[in-house]
Antibody, heavy 120, light 109 residues
Framework: EVQLVQSGAEVKKPGESLKISCKGSGYSFTSYWIGWVRQMPGKGLEWMGIIYPGDSDTRYSPSFQGQVTISADKSISTAYLQWSSLKASDTAMYYC?????????????WGQGTMVTVSS | SSELTQDPAVSVALGQTVRITCQGDSLRSYYASWYQQKPGQAPVLVIYGKNNRPSGIPDRFSGSSSGNTASLTITGAQAEDEADYYCNSRDSSGNHLGVFGGGTKLTVL
């Protein structure tokens, strides 16, 4: 079964760092781009960025450039999303998703989501 | 522009046909994909490319596009189709970036 399994919910304080993960299985992890999507409470989906685990080519939406870091470890089929200094406004659900192909820009497999809560 | 615009809310009577639209300049060059999201769940891809349905998606879901507008049509809406629907496409930068529409809340009456 093709799936993406994300790490569990996190509760952090402002200023703390965090790295959440997304592990792929059931397919060739290095052959598909993996994207990250933010959903703030009660709001819509936001396209954050994308990585190709085969060579770690990474692209960021302008809104998220410099705010987060996307990385991948192909040896363990895992992509990551990290923050160096969290803010309360980072409180959201974060999804990873597999992209069908760059030309189609469609995400066919989604992780279950990781809820990040940042509160003092 | 890299924005995609959707109507915030649409309603449809049970068994009738509804069209959900998505407008944006990038849609003149790139296909839209469509996602269904129910409360507390991850999004699910329902349409991608010209008009492709992933395995398991009912054939009452279809997609089309004209000019700067992409549409998701549900023919014979069911109660279980009540959900939020999001469009997604490439942005216009050419840098393999994407963008989502603001979402449409579909109510089945």
């Amino acid at each position: 079964e093709v799936q993406l399994v994300q790490s569990g919910a996190e509760v952090k304080k402002p200023g703390e760092s965090l790295k959440i993960s997304c592990k792929g299985s059931g397919y060739s992890f290095t052959s598909y781009w993996i994207g990250w999507v933010r959903q703030m409470p009660g709001k819509g989906l936001e396209w954050m960025g994308i990585i190709y685990p085969g060579d770690s080519d990474t692209r960021y939406s302008p809104s998220f450039q410099g705010q987060v870091t996307i990385s991948a470890d192909k040896s363990i089929s895992t992509a990551y999303l990290q923050w160096s200094s969290l803010k309360a406004s980072d409180t959201a659900m974060y999804y990873c998703a597999r992209q069908v192909s760059p030309a189609l820009n469609a995400f066919d497999i989604w992780g279950q989501g990781t809820m990040v809560t940042v509160s003092s | 522009s890299s924005e995609l615009t959707q109507d915030p809310a649409v309603s449809v009577a049970l068994g009738q046909t509804v069209r959900i639209t998505c407008q944006g300049d990038s849609l003149r060059s790139y296909y839209a994909s469509w996602y269904q999201q129910k409360p507390g769940q991850a999004p699910v891809l329902v349409i991608y490319g010209k008009n492709n349905r992933p395995s398991g998606i009912p054939d009452r879901f279809s997609g089309s596009s004209s000019g700067n507008t992409a549409s998701l049509t549900i023919t014979g809406a069911q109660a279980e189709d009540e959900a939020d629907y999001y469009c997604n496409s490439r942005d216009s930068s050419g840098n393999h970036l994407g963008v989502f529409g603001g979402g449409t809340k579909l109510t089945v009456l």
